[in-house]
T-cell receptor, first 109, second 117 residues
Framework: DAKTTQPTSMDCAEGRAANLPCNHS???????VYWYRQIHSQGPQYIIH???NNETNEMASLIITEDRKSSTLILPHATLRDTAVYYC??????????FGTGTSLTVIP | GAVVSQHPSRVICKSGTSVKIECRSL??????MFWYRQFPKQSLMLMAT?????????EQGVEKDKFLINHASLTLSTLTVTSAHPEDSSFYIC?????????????FGPGTRLTVL
């Protein structure tokens, strides 16, 4: 079962930072948080993941709270191509992913 | 990142027939693959975990006799939907985990759109 909750939808102006929150209050100490996104009718695309430290890569930044009960994905300069459904996932003990409802991000010109 | 392919991308079949979907890891060996189903405007639902050389592990509520999974090699897993019915129409997506990878992320295939008439 999904262990994350996210807002259903968000809008962001093109060129601005998109901040997508995720709540994972029941996360265990050794469970990682992964972020994926899915553009319509395609397979999900890996974005970033983390355990307890903040992470940054060429796509995004991940901020994890100190108590690890929530995190925020940051797309620093959103473009129209970033319009997608973003999923925050806590990896299970058998490496399985249970997807929550995700956040539908719309980048507005 | 690593590449996972699926075949076919789309399939239309008659009710009562069986359909096989292939999932391949193209540039890495995957000891574990996963199968998901996604209905329109809904999230991905994990159906089963496919382990190379052993029986698949099915999620609660997924009929193992209806959704047959075979993971015969380190690069290929197949999902067979047996005696398909219109309610089985869905988007089926597989993913594979690279055990040699640094991050344990799953790489997803492009999905297979199944329509049962």
């Amino acid at each position: 079962d999904a262990k994350t909750t996210q807002p259903t939808s968000m809008d962001c102006a093109e060129g601005r930072a998109a901040n997508l929150p995720c709540n994972h209050s029941t996360i265990s100490g050794n469970e990682y948080v992964y972020w994926y996104r899915q553009i319509h009718s395609q397979g999900p695309q890996y974005i970033i993941h983390g355990l307890k430290n903040n992470e940054t890569n060429e796509m995004a930044s991940l901020i994890i709270t100190e108590d690890r009960k929530s995190s925020t994905l940051i797309l620093p300069h959103a473009t129209l191509r970033d319009t997608a459904v973003y999923y925050c996932i806590v990896r299970g003990y058998r490496n399985q992913f249970y997807f929550g409802t995700g956040t539908s991000l719309t980048v507005i010109p | 990142g690593a590449v996972v392919s699926q075949h076919p991308s789309r399939v239309i079949c008659k009710s009562g027939t069986s359909v096989k979907i292939e999932c391949r890891s193209l540039d890495f060996q995957a000891t574990t693959m996963f199968w998901y189903r996604q209905f329109p405007k809904q999230s991905l639902m994990l159906m089963a975990t496919s382990n190379e050389g052993s029986k698949a592990t099915y999620e609660q509520g997924v009929e193992k006799d209806k959704f047959l999974i075979n993971h015969a090699s380190l690069t290929l897993s197949t999902l067979t939907v047996t005696s398909a019915h219109p309610e089985d129409s869905s988007f089926y997506i597989c993913s594979a985990r690279d055990p040699q990878g640094a991050y344990n992320e799953q790489f997803f295939g492009p999905g297979t759109r199944l329509t049962v008439l």
